[in-house]
């Protein structure tokens, strides 16, 4: 779980504050100032993550 959250720290470039592994899903919670990064625009940063990964991933502010 250490390399996949070290690969999203740098393919999101944010914090990553906890994983949370749902079945084929991977919950991402980072601060809530930088979700809007995390996301990237029309959510291009999150699906590259996911094709990269293989996963689905869900970003989250804790």
Do not use: C, F, H, T
């Amino acid at each position: 779980m250490e390399e996949v959250a070290e690969k999203l720290r740098r393919m999101l470039n944010v914090e990553i504050l906890k994983i949370e592994e749902d079945g084929n899903r991977l919950v991402v919670y980072v601060p809530e100032d930088q979700i809007r990064i995390a996301v990237g625009r029309g959510g291009a940063a999150v699906k590259a993550a996911e094709l990269v990964l293989g996963r689905r991933i869900e970003v989250k502010s804790k």
